[in-house]
């Protein structure tokens, strides 16, 4: 049977990515991030999944405004990297699982979650500055085989912070009965705090980024809680990605070690964190 072997909780801010691309991970702006990645990369790169799926929100790359799924599963056999609008990232394309997928979204639906499914999607920075967070150096492919999980965080409404944490632990019970023998990492991505227009452009609250990063070991339930308005109010317009966090939360189930946490400000203009759990079972 498949098993979740850890989960990772990080934001896909689209200058990490940049970052990493254009050589300036050691600048003296950007080193004290990527020096946070450091103990998580070495623990994963020692744990390494079969399949990752990684949830993330499409960033009007591949997906327009005229369609907006509240969630949807990718079940192509590859997908490529979006051309965002200065090219594509200098990244492997990116390797689909097609059949764990299918099966996937047969489980969600049968667990009363209506999944859309996309048979052909490119990926913007949302997925693949995750794997880069990851996996550094992947030189001609990623060292696993990924699923996207879309969500929207971007029109209203978008799926509540309980409904998340739902659908995180149905898409743990479909991880777990999938009949191979494979090792699953999930991806939560998004955030933290940030706003990046209107009045409170700029705008970062640490003291909600850090209550998160300790809740969301401790009490998804509190986080859960939270409204659409509260989290917007808290973390900014754009921190809502933050329930995404709670889907990767919920598919780990009871029993997880935090392996590694960072959290630095201000990376671009946005909250920065990072948390790994190694998932110990049921």
């Given at each position: 049977m498949a098993e979740v072997i850890w989960g990772l909780a990080t934001s896909h801010v689209p200058s990490i990515g940049a970052a990493m691309d254009h050589g300036k991970t050691e600048d003296p702006?950007?080193?004290?991030?990527?020096?946070?990645?450091?103990?998580?990369?070495?623990?994963?790169?020692?744990?390494?999944?079969?399949?990752?799926?990684?949830?993330?929100n499409d960033h009007a790359n591949a997906l327009d405004m005229s369609v907006t799924p509240t969630f949807a599963l990718g079940t192509a056999p590859s997908y490529r990297v979006a051309d965002e609008g200065w090219g594509s990232r200098p990244v492997p394309v990116v390797t689909g699982a097609p059949e764990f997928s299918d099966h996937l979204v047969g489980s969600l639906v049968d667990a009363s979650f209506d999944m859309t499914v996309y048979q052909e999607l490119d990926v913007d920075h949302g997925l693949t500055v995750p794997l880069s967070v990851y996996c550094p150096d992947p030189g001609e492919s990623w060292p696993c085989a990924v699923v996207p999980l879309l969500v929207n965080v971007i029109q209203y409404p978008q799926p509540t912070a309980a409904r998340c944490l739902a659908l995180g632990r149905a898409l743990g019970e479909a991880i777990r009965s999938f009949p191979e023998d494979l090792k699953v990492a999930v991806f939560g991505t998004g955030g933290m705090s940030?706003?990046?227009?209107?009045?409170?452009?700029?705008?970062?609250?640490?003291?909600?980024?850090?209550?998160?990063?300790?809740?969301?070991?401790?009490?998804?339930?509190?986080?859960?809680?939270?409204?659409?308005?509260?989290?917007i109010r808290e973390a900014g317009s754009e921190g809502i990605e933050l329930i995404m966090w709670l889907i990767m939360r919920g598919a780990l189930g009871p029993r997880i070690r935090r392996v590694?946490?960072?959290?630095?400000?201000?990376?671009?203009?946005?909250a920065a964190g990072m948390v790994l759990f190694e998932n110990l079972g049921r």
């Open positions: 702006y950007w080193r004290p991030l990527f020096d946070g990645y450091a103990p998580a990369r070495a623990w994963m790169a020692r744990h390494t999944p079969d399949v990752a799926v990684v949830i993330y940030h706003q990046l227009a209107g009045a409170r452009a700029g705008l970062i609250n640490q003291d909600f980024d850090r209550m998160y990063l300790d809740a969301i070991e401790h009490a998804p339930e509190k986080l859960a809680a939270l409204t659409r308005e509260e989290y590694h946490e960072t959290y630095h400000v201000p990376a671009s203009n946005t």
